[in-house]
Antibody, heavy 124, light 109 residues
Framework: QLQLQESGPGLVKPSETLSLTCTVS??????????WGWIRQPPGKGLEWIGS???????NYNPSLRSRVTMSVDTSKNQFSLRLSSVTAADTAFYYC????????????????WGQGTTVTVSS | SSELTQDPAVSVALGQTVRISCQGD??????ASWYQQKPGQAPVLVNY???NRPSGIPDRFSGSSSGNTASLTITGAQAEDEADYYC????????????FGGGTKLTVL
């Protein structure tokens, strides 16, 4: 079945750029039925959507992070990536990648498959 | 701040029924999806749409909606249901984006 796996550095210095990649296995990222998203969870806190990307490269970002977020997709590798610039300690979190639906009638943005997540610490 | 509001904590006696709520303006128009997250694990989808459960999710998990409030009901709560529960949907602006509720910690007594 479809699986997602996050990868990337676990430690990033303040003011630098956080970069993560999500590898999709067991299915194609090039599907017109789903978006591919990033969600993060600071220690002891709730889930925060960072942004999503379609296989064509179309993106949708959280307005609160938009100025620092860039997402990209590599269909040949079945991967999509996140870059978050100018990080601070507030960006320390567990980062998940996940697949989600569009709005289908009144049902919107259901995240049905999640990666295991990866922890990223921002510290010098 | 989240556009979907959840009670921070709820408790239920073993075998009883509990309702976890999620409030937001966008829920007058759109359904919520619900996720269960146990410590150290990724969230798992447990209910979505009008009241749909992914394969493998017990039928004691049901979803409903009324006005600006979506609810996840667990009928006959089990010890293994103790977890954090999150709702999500879209926001109510013309340029839609994803929103999550702040989460509810469910304790099974």
């Amino acid at each position: 079945q479809l699986q997602l796996q996050e990868s990337g550095p676990g430690l990033v210095k303040p003011s630098e750029t956080l970069s993560l990649t999500c590898t999709v296995s067991g299915g194609s990222i090039s599907t017109s039925d789903y978006y591919w998203g990033w969600i993060r969870q600071p220690p002891g806190k709730g889930l925060e959507w960072i942004g999503s990307i379609f296989y064509s490269g179309s993106t949708n970002y959280n307005p609160s992070l938009r100025s620092r977020v860039t997402m990209s997709v590599d269909t040949s590798k079945n991967q999509f990536s996140l870059r978050l610039s100018s990080v601070t300690a507030a960006d320390t979190a567990f980062y998940y990648c996940a697949r989600h639906t569009f709005c289908r009638g009144a049902s919107c943005y259901t995240f049905d498959i999640w990666g295991q997540g990866t922890t990223v610490t921002v510290s010098s | 701040s989240s556009e979907l509001t959840q009670d921070p904590a709820v408790s239920v006696a073993l075998g009883q029924t509990v309702r976890i709520s999620c409030q937001g303006d966008s829920l007058r128009t759109y359904y919520a999806s619900w996720y269960q997250q146990k410590p150290g694990q990724a969230p798992v989808l447990v209910n979505y749409g009008e009241n749909n459960r992914p394969s493998g999710i017990p039928d004691r998990f049901s979803g409903s909606s009324s006005g600006n409030t979506a609810s996840l009901t667990i009928t006959g709560a089990q010890a293994e249901d103790e977890a954090d529960y999150y709702c999500n949907s879209r926001d109510s602006s013309p340029n839609p984006y994803v929103v999550f509720g702040g989460g509810t910690k469910l304790t099974v007594l």
